[in-house]
């Protein structure tokens, strides 16, 4: 059974960084691709950044964001830079089903955590 635990949400002023973890069991980053996906109040959700086992990376916005995986503790992470009001919403883990593939397809889904940016 695959799961995805999404943690390091919070609670984080504008301007300010907060790196997210995606701990995987069932499936192993170092052959699935990953992505981030948020959802934010009234929206629908998108993806922001994708990482596949050959290395490429793929984001929404690029800059302010970073994927990365750490295969021998089978866990994923978004660092989040300069942080916005707007980057406020519930941030979640995807897996991709299929091993080895050369893109990122969605697949399994953690159950999000939330990052809200205010003063």
């Known amino acids: 059974q695959v799961q995805l635990v999404e943690s390091g949400g919070g609670l984080v002023q504008p301007g300010g960084s907060l790196t997210l973890s995606c701990a995987a069991s069932?499936?192993?980053?170092?052959?699935?691709?990953v992505g981030w996906y948020r959802q934010a109040p009234g929206k629908q959700r998108e993806l922001i950044a994708s990482?596949?086992?050959?290395?490429s990376t793929w984001y929404a916005e690029k800059g302010r964001f970073t994927i990365s995986k750490d295969n021998a503790k089978n866990t994923a992470y978004l660092q989040m830079n300069s942080l916005k009001s707007e980057d406020t919403a519930v941030y979640y883990c995807n897996a991709d089903r299929t091993p080895y593939t050369s893109w990122f397809t969605p697949g399994y889904w953690g159950q999000g955590t939330q990052v809200t940016v205010s003063s």
């Open positions: 069932g499936i192993m980053f170092s052959s699935n691709a």
């Open positions: 990482s596949t086992t050959g290395g």
